[in-house]
């Protein structure tokens, strides 16, 4: 929360058996405050090892899932953080799970692996600049600077300059949308790129400016301005809808489910199945035929 409290809720999908609409059940479990009044600005869940990895403020707290939110040591001073990522190209099965924490005043990104103990450093990877967000897919790390978008192989270092951006008028985003290919923000475009920084498809045409979130769930992505949520899609890079939702807070996409938040609710954004579009496309040419 923005005062620095971490709540643990657990969700229950279901469907109505009279609408046939999906619902949610939710059930609070736990609550922690982290000694702060500085506001959460980013969660990285290791569900298999029941941790979570929290920051605030330049601080990164290890919090255990099913203990209360037990904080716990890591082992690692893990102060002024900018910016964390995992590895999203491991099986989510695998035990093995893989941090990138980029600390602001080294300039750099260091790599741990988590075990049920601690975290051990598995290397180190140096940036030009300030990390300010970064995603991770394999050996490959697409990062934004302060003023433009690069790419880092950690097994070879090699670095590579994607595009710059307007840091004063864009907040910059940085999405995997499938394996070697990441979408970042520059201005009023969305841009696909591969691991070598090359075009991978045609761009996606922001319909605002003040983008500040974005989540992807096959074949859609869609972005959050301070007005709504619009809905495009990677095949044809088309808008595709618009939905009214003002003072939004958070976006994201978690497995299957895109969540959305505004200050006081969380809110599932769920595809309409294809037989139900096609059902309302049958019925609105039928009606315009009479």
């Not at 009279?18 to 479990?29: A, E």
């Not at 300010?132 to 070879?156: E, K, N, Q, W």
Request: charged share 20%.
């Amino acid at each position: 929360t923005s005062d620095c409290l971490v709540v643990h809720y657990q969700l229950k999908e279901g469907t109505s058996p009279l609408s046939g609409r999906i619902t949610f059940q939710c059930q609070q479990l736990n609550r922690r405050g982290l000694g702060s009044k500085k506001p959460v600005s980013q969660l990285l869940l290791a569900s298999l090892l029941s941790r979570l990895f929290v920051l605030s403020d330049g601080i990164v707290f290890l919090l255990k899932t099913h203990q209360s939110l037990q904080i716990v040591d890591p082992g690692v001073k893990l102060k002024g953080i900018s910016a964390m990522c995992h590895n999203e190209s491991l099986n989510p099965s695998q035990t093995k799970f893989e941090i990138c924490m980029a600390y602001s005043r080294k300039k750099l990104v260091t790599i741990y692996t988590l075990t049920e103990e601690r975290l051990v450093v598995l290397r180190d990877v140096s940036f030009p600049d300030i990390v300010i967000t970064m995603i991770r897919d394999g050996p490959d790390i697409c990062a934004a600077l302060p003023s433009d978008y690069c790419l880092v192989d950690i097994t070879t270092n090699r670095k590579i300059d994607i595009c710059s951006y307007e840091s004063e008028t864009t907040r910059p985003i940085v999405k995997r949308i499938n394996m070697g290919e990441f979408l970042i923000r520059q201005g009023e475009l969305g841009l696909f790129v591969d691991e070598s920084g090359q075009a991978t498809n045609q761009p996606l045409n922001w319909s605002a400016l003040d983008i500040r979130f974005a989540a992807y769930s096959f074949p859609y992505v869609l972005a959050m301005s301070t007005r709504d949520v619009t809905v495009y899609s990677v095949l044809d890079q088309e808008r595709k809808q618009s939905i009214l939702f003002q003072g939004g807070k958070v976006l994201g996409d978690f497995g299957e489910r895109v969540l959305v938040a505004s200050d006081r609710r969380v809110y599932a954004l769920c595809p309409v199945p294809f037989d139900k579009q096609a059902r309302g496309v049958f019925a609105k040419f039928f009606v315009s035929r009479r």
